[in-house]
């Protein structure tokens, strides 16, 4: 990689530097809580309850956020070894061995500060074993309170009564009653209830800034624009008016790229010209983020669509918070989420992408250390390349381990996939002659 | 006919870098092949050079049979033309190797016992081409550096015992020179001038011969486009639009080897791709080893290295094999220490040598099972693709996990990459001409 270039600073577009704020604020806002007296609890991104954490004043602590921030940083790699180095094994996922390193460097935080220990952590168990082995560990550590909610599968591919009844039983008798301990407050409704009004709304211009990527060209990258896009929502700041006004602005800004008929922003400027449009299927590579992305733009290849995107919840389909059934619709939200849904439902997600999207195909990068996303996903590249008849490509990295980053091979695979595909384009246009 | 259109495709590998030229129809005319070196430009451009040679001796042979010679004669004729036309290019070769030692030594006034072993050893070589290329001998490679190398290193392993001079001095000074000589490109003429000075050794050729080589001779060669590809793909010098996914050359190189191929399995120096390919030749759907190298062809060549045995000795051994032992990891880091923990348990070299190579196969064929099977037919390529042991494994696990599929493997498959490299040119200067 040419360092000169790599140095050049990034290209930001105003929301995103919004966006950067925003962030930093919640890590200096944790980093001064042990001074003010704010109580914080550690929770995972999948059926996070950022509006009831909210409605009790209670700061959320993400540490797959922390994970995937310090890989961007470049201190991932030195946080993975000393989790190694303290007997976790290679295979384990490199979220935990990211998180873990941190919090035995003395929990520094991307920011540079320190954050504080959890007072609570929300265990939102959402289709991953591992979140469950990551706070059993935690809570050896720290010695906090753990409170479980344990989320059905939808192994049928649907949300049944009892299972809502289920989840919202652990709300109101397990989940609530350990944040009203925490925090010292009583469980106020009216506050959810507000919180979730703001939520719904947000969602309205994030699923509008999602769908924008229908457009030709898209004014949008979906995965790597994408996780920029989800950011607030997906973190500390579904509920808040701060996210209500980013969500507003965001849909502006694209907007305005949609009438001027403009492509992505990416690191290195606006892209050339559209000329793949690609659906993809697992999280990205959080060490070579900027790498991985241009190798992409490089080739005129946007992705309009990803999955990864909905892992912090599936809006697209319809699915709003909605304040006049509190506890019922954060229990659907978290039945929702990506990684809860069955393989079929997934397949089924990625064919109406390709479809609705006009895609060239389904890409998948399949990740090393999360067994959660990976199971199934080559039958899931058969099944969508047969409905759809789209190819399908498969690349190979992983969430936060530089070691599993090989760029020459990765850039092999997906040129070969982008010429795959404009082969296929030539055969059909002669055949169609 | 005074001149002739070619289109060039190239296929840069990690060990080997081949080129395939074909002629305005889309038929081949030469193929050529050299070692890949530390100058990829001077890579390609050798393999070119090669595939053009051979695409001449293709013209002589047309030219001749044009002529009235019978085919039988044909053959006869060029295979002794072509042997003395190796001899000059070897000479060629051998003569820049001891301008470049000379210059060396002369730079680093070295000893005077030094000079006298080096000289000693390169005129002893140059005495000795005649007999390396005499009719009915036989080469253990066709590449300068592998030939030159072989004898130069005995050679002065004597000298140096003999004068009491360093053997690593004198070894050191062959891989300086070999990297500079390598790098040289051909002189310009270097066809006609090889070709006029093997004809003359040819006693009693008939004048046809000398004719055709003339014809050919003064032919104007005007490469029409090249295409590019291979595993040094992002170092390679050719401009961005002409270069090619290898997965995609692979595939039409296949295909145009074997119209009915719908997979294809190429096992290379550094990398495994299993591939499925349309009845056009377009590929549909392709994996490969990720970063990786374990059960590549790099690991046959730890294998041998750690055996004290050729590449090309490892195939046969194995199939001598009644017991392989049954093996499962094929990590080249680890191939070292795995062979001697075997043999140290007392297994035979060849059975284990027969695991080895099944274990190989095993890892192609998860890749082939990933990439949505075997279709019939089934085309191997890739340099593993010549090891007659790895060919049998593969025959078998196909037979039981897929039945009886029509598995074809050309002599020519090391050239399947540079074959599509080479068509995907031809189409594209097709349709530009079309357009």
């Known amino acids: ?433 | 006919m005074t001149s002739l259109r070619y289109f060039v495709g190239i296929d840069l590998g990690s060990t080997t870098t081949k080129s395939v030229v074909l002629d305005e129809e889309g038929r081949i005319l030469g193929r050529g092949i050299t070692n890949s070196r530390s100058n990829y430009e001077v890579a390609c451009e050798v393999a070119s050079g090669e595939a053009l040679i051979d695409a001449r001796f293709g013209l002589i042979e047309r030219d001749l049979k044009g002529r009235g010679v019978g085919e039988e004669e044909c053959g006869r004729l060029l295979k002794a033309l072509e042997l003395r036309f190796r001899e000059k290019q070897y000479r060629a070769q051998l003569d820049n190797l001891c301008v470049t030692i000379r210059k060396i030594l002369d730079e680093r006034k070295e000893d005077p016992a030094v000079v006298l072993a080096a000289d000693t050893v390169l005129s002893t070589m140059n005495e000795e081409v005649s007999e390396l290329y005499a009719e009915g001998s036989s080469r253990k490679s066709d590449f300068f550096r592998d030939l030159a190398g072989s004898r130069y290193l005995s050679l002065a392993e004597s000298e140096a015992r003999g004068r009491g001079v360093p053997y690593d001095l004198l070894v050191g000074l062959y891989d300086k020179a070999i990297l500079e000589v390598e790098n040289m490109p051909a002189a310009e003429d270097a066809f006609a001038a090889h070709a006029s000075a093997a004809l003359a050794d040819l006693e009693g050729a008939p004048e046809a011969l000398g004719d055709a080589i003339a014809a050919v001779r003064e032919l104007e060669m005007i490469e029409g486009g090249s295409v590019g590809t291979g595993y040094g793909r992002q170092t390679l010098p050719f401009p961005k639009e002409s270069i090619r996914s290898e997965i995609l050359c692979h595939g039409l190189g296949a295909h145009a080897m074997f119209p009915g191929t719908r997979t294809v399995l190429d096992i290379g120096g550094q990398d495994t791709k299993a591939i499925q390919v349309d009845e056009n030749g377009i590929v549909t759907s392709f994996q490969m080893n990720d970063r990786c190298a374990a059960g590549c062809g790099r690991y046959l060549g730890y294998i041998a290295d750690e055996m004290n045995l050729g590449l090309h000795e490892l195939g046969p051994l194995a199939c001598e094999s009644n017991r392989p032992v049954k093996i499962n990891s094929t990590c080249t880091v680890f191939a070292g220490a795995e062979l001697r923990e075997r043999l140290s348990l007392g297994e035979k070299r060849e059975d284990i040598l027969a695991g080895l190579h099944r274990a190989i196969i095993l890892r192609a064929m998860s890749l082939l099972a990933r990439s949505g099977g075997i279709e019939d037919e089934f085309t191997f390529t890739g340099g593993v693709a010549k090891n007659e042991a790895a060919v049998n494994a593969l025959r078998e696990l196909v037979r039981e996990n897929y039945g009886d599929k029509t598995i074809n493997i050309s002599p020519d498959s090391i050239y399947t990459g540079a074959l599509g490299a080479a068509l995907f040119c031809w189409r594209d200067h097709r349709r530009t001409r079309a357009a």
């Open chain 1, 1 to 433: 990689m040419n360092k000169k270039e790599e140095s050049k600073a990034a290209q930001k577009d105003s929301s995103q530097i919004r966006q950067k704020n925003m962030i930093a604020a919640h890590y200096s806002r944790l980093a001064r809580a042990p001074e003010t007296g704010e109580k914080c609890a550690y929770t995972f991104v999948p059926g996070n309850l950022t509006e009831l954490l909210r409605s009790f004043d209670l700061l959320p602590v993400l540490p797959e956020i922390n994970a995937l921030q310090s890989a961007m940083r470049g201190k991932s790699r030195d946080y993975i070894r000393l989790a190694e180095k303290a007997g976790h094994s290679e295979d384990v996922c490199t979220y935990v061995k990211c998180d873990l390193g941190m919090m035995e460097s003395g929990n520094i935080g991307p920011t540079g500060e320190r954050l504080p220990d959890p007072d609570l952590l929300l265990l939102s168990y959402t289709g991953c074993f591992t979140f469950m082995k990551w706070f059993e560990i935690l809570r050896e550590e720290y010695d906090a309170p753990v409170a479980m909610l344990h989320v059905p599968y939808q192994g049928d591919g649907e949300i049944t009564d009892s299972m809502r009844k289920y989840v919202v039983d652990q709300l109101r008798n397990k989940v609530i009653p350990a944040m009203e301990k925490v925090s010292g407050r009583a469980y106020d409704e009216d506050r959810l209830k507000e919180e979730l009004a703001r939520s719904a709304k947000a969602e309205d211009d994030l699923v509008a800034v999602l769908e924008s990527a229908r457009n030709k060209p898209s004014p949008i990258d979906a995965y790597f624009g994408g996780v920029y896009y989800i950011g607030p929502i997906f973190t500390a700041f579904r509920g808040s008016e701060e996210a209500v006004g980013y969500y507003e602005a965001l849909r502006a800004e694209i907007e305005e790229r949609v009438r001027l008929g403009k492509g992505p922003i990416t690191p290195d400027g606006e892209m050339g010209p559209e000329k793949y449009r690609i659906v993809v299927e697992g999280p990205p590579n959080w060490t070579s983020f900027r790498e991985f992305w241009r190798m992409f733009a490089e080739e005129g290849a946007v992705v309009v669509a990803s999955s990864y995107t909905k892992v912090g919840g599936v809006y697209d389909n319809g699915f709003r918070h909605d304040p006049s059934r509190p506890l019922e619709t954060l229990a659907e939200y978290c039945m929702g989420c990506y990684t809860n849904l069955n393989l079929p439902s997934r397949v089924d997600m990625l064919v109406r992408y390709v479809e609705e999207y006009e895609a060239d195909g389904l890409l998948i990068n399949s990740i090393k250390s999360c067994n959660s996303f990976s199971a199934g996903q080559l039958m899931m590249l058969r099944e969508v390349e047969n409905r759809t008849g789209k190819p399908g490509g498969f690349i190979e990295s992983d969430l936060v381990d530089p070691r599993y980053f090989s760029a020459a091979n990765i850039k092999n695979r997906l040129e070969s996939y982008f010429q795959m595909i404009e082969q296929k384009r030539a055969g059909v246009a002669a055949r169609g002659a």
